[in-house]
């Protein structure tokens, strides 16, 4: 499989450091509030990209944090009138509660700073004692003079950057591109006893200490969106670099930003959405789709009509998914024959296109087209005379490949008895040309919730 590299920006073979095992990071949520539309991304494709290396024989280690100390927590908490560990805790439940609705499997371990203090203080006292960090007033600071190779990753010039860093400098900064790796206490605020007096970590300290806690020294891939490129995972490739004395990471994935109607999401043009307030309108699975109808580098734009767009695609694949339940409730042939064999082999070329896809930097856009080819050509096999057999396969095909993507894991449910019995009564009104019994039994059904449908592959339900 090739990948971007943001670090050498270029598509490269990704090749783990141990066979058959990937290392994976992902910078997780600030917990001060439900996350926004722009968040979703990142775990939506890097949940992809967990669940392919998954499905083409890795064992994958993925590590995804939660922020809960931080100045938002610590503001939001004053405006609440409750303490800060109450609104992360609060954010947290609301975190987990979204991503299964946007179907984003649980990571490994989801670590908090709360929970690692010890560990964030001890690699700090290592820079410090090392010569990388100093202290001033009871802050310390990263010397990122002292990093040879600061600004790598984002490829910036160094001299333009502390031009203009030095603008606005804290003028107990040596540098203007160090940043803070502990801050004193300010009064009110939550607080941890170090060796530089009372305070808190900075923000960049917790990924380089929870990620090398979990993965080691030197993760395969460290994950999240463009914007973090800069500050934040320069300052993490100094820290654990200056700590271990080792490269950290191998390849760095970045996705590309979220407009909303083509405009940049902010709170102040009042285009600023949650995935809370979108799931009220739609399904969180039509909102996975629609993240993962382009590729993950690309910026995506999103709209009414393009979320709505993506629920009419994700209907019709499940409208192929309930023709093949529909097909083997009701046919009666065993195994297959050898058209169908043939035919079902011929399909085997749209999981080699979905993987050939896949294998080129994640292209799920191009990946979903594969399983619309897919379908296309089941709608055209499958049908009242196809054997089970061929039916059980082809299902299984059309759902590896979906579920690859999380999609199409939603089941219709069964019917219960009764109503399965009127489905029978009507269609035995319909063989006998009893159209007014046929019409009154469709009546009965609607009552009960449940719509039916005439089509070339017999009557199928769903639920109104
Ligand atoms: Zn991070």
Partial sequence: MKLYNSMTRQKEEFVPMNENEVKMYVCGPTVYNYFHIGNARPFIVFDVLRRYFEYTGYKVDYIQNFTDVDDKIIKKSIEDGVTASEISEKYIKEYFQDADALGINRATHHPKVTENMDEIINFIKVLQDKGYAYERQGDVYFDSEKFATYGKLSGQDMDALEVGARIEMDNRKKNGTDFVLWKAKKEGEPYWESPWGQGRPGWHIECSVMSTKYLGDTLDIHAG??????PHHENEIAQSEAYTGKPYVRYWIHNGYINIDNQKMSKSKGNFFTVRDILKLYDGEVIRFFMLSAHYRNPINFSKDLIESAQHGLDRLYTTKENLDHLLEHNRVG????????????????????????????NTADGISAIFELAKD???????????????????????????????????????????????????????????????????????????????????????
């Fill in 225 to 230: 969106g463009q914007d973090l490129i800069f």
């Fill in 335 to 362: 195994s297959m024959s050898e058209d169908e064999t043939i035919a079902y082999e011929s399909l085997m070329k749209y999981k080699v296109k979905f993987m050939e896809a896949m294998n080129d930097d994640l």
């Fill in 378 to 464: 089941i709608n055209k096999l499958a049908n009242e005379d196809s054997s089970t057999d061929f039916l059980d396969n082809v299902k299984a095909l059309f759902l590896e490949l979906a579920e690859v993507l999380g999609l199409l894991s939603r089941d219709k449910g069964s019917l219960d008895d009764e109503i399965e019995n009127l489905i029978a009564k009507r269609d035995e009104a319909r063989r006998q040309k009893n159209w007014a019994q046929a019409d009154a039994i469709r009546d009965e059904l609607l009552k009960n919730g449940i719509v039916l449908e005439d089509t070339p592959q017999g009557v199928k339900w769903s639920r109104v």
